[in-house]
């Protein structure tokens, strides 16, 4: 039996449908059309979706947890069935710095989840964040347990991870890390750079090797000064990288989102959320790989105010971004949907509503609530009304 979303505004990369049909055949899009010249056929199931926003799910693509779940470990299971209810369709499970051996069977469990996981968003696979990063660039990690990027390390990780780490953030001027790159792609892993002090000449010829994405841009990396324009120089100059955004309105100042958006343009900025295992947590404190971590309704912080992760999931950076950035929803949309599919390789099945794309959707409500989710042709959650 076909599911039919009737009557919402159906936004697709070159057209607003409104009112629009959207029709689903199993697990992918069949077609989307004019709710006008639309005929219900028999038998179906047919969702009213009238006033609502109809927009491909959220992909996102650095995401720690939410709700006191840490996707590092078993409670993956957990963060697999509650990323629906904001909207997610699809994400990149990202683990933290931490001593080997607990990466060792932290990342074992993470495995072990995603070889049957729940009913939820699909995990489409691990992003390594640590501890291949710089002593100088931190961020909320702990430094002593960092080490330089080396093919034995990328062999240990997809060792542990059963083959399933598709990305890995790292500082390229460590070691002789910047020389894993070709390696990371030849192993399918998106090669990132993050946590870096790297210089702009380094960085530039890391892009030139195959770095194809910048992890939480701006946010613990080498600044953009006009006579040492580091990391943030490289990024906003060179057109291939793709610029990971969190837009929590905390991370990033929207002055600084804007110079970002000038210059890479919409295609080439993917907003993230970074959210912390307590994202979406009332205020208090909590313990996040054996660091108290203050939650105060906003923001995510370690005792002496650095941010630790972010506190708002990616719905919440959706919105933001139309309400800071002045982004109308099909720029929104391919923000926290296109380009986060097409950065990972699977722009051609997710991220888009297009005839044949898998049906991973999101109905949101006219404040940009989410208040339904379709992962791959199934609904998966609602709100309550
Ligand atoms: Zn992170």
Redesign the pocket.
Known sequence: MNTILIGGKVCTPGKLFDPGVLVLDNKSIKTIENKSKFIIPKNANVLDTSGCWILPGFIDI?I?GLLGYDCMGPDLDQVIRKLPEYGVTSFMA?T?TRPKEEINSLISHMASVLSDPPVGARCLGIHI?GPHLSPERPGMANSEWFSPLTTNEVDWLQNIANGLVRML?FAPEEGTAIDVIPYLIEKNIIPVIGHSNASYELTKDAIALGLSQA??TFNAMRPLHHRDPGVVGAVLACPSIVAQLICDGHHVHPGAMQVLLNAKGISRVCLIS?AAPFAGLPSGKYNWGKQDIYIDGETSRLADGTLG?SHALIDAGFRNSIDLLDLNISEASQCTSMVPAQSIGIGNIKGQLLPGYDADIVVLDKNYKPLLTIVEGKVIWRATQ
Do not use: A, P, S, V
């Open positions: 650095h720690h990202t933290m964040e953030t992890t939480h970074d992760g």
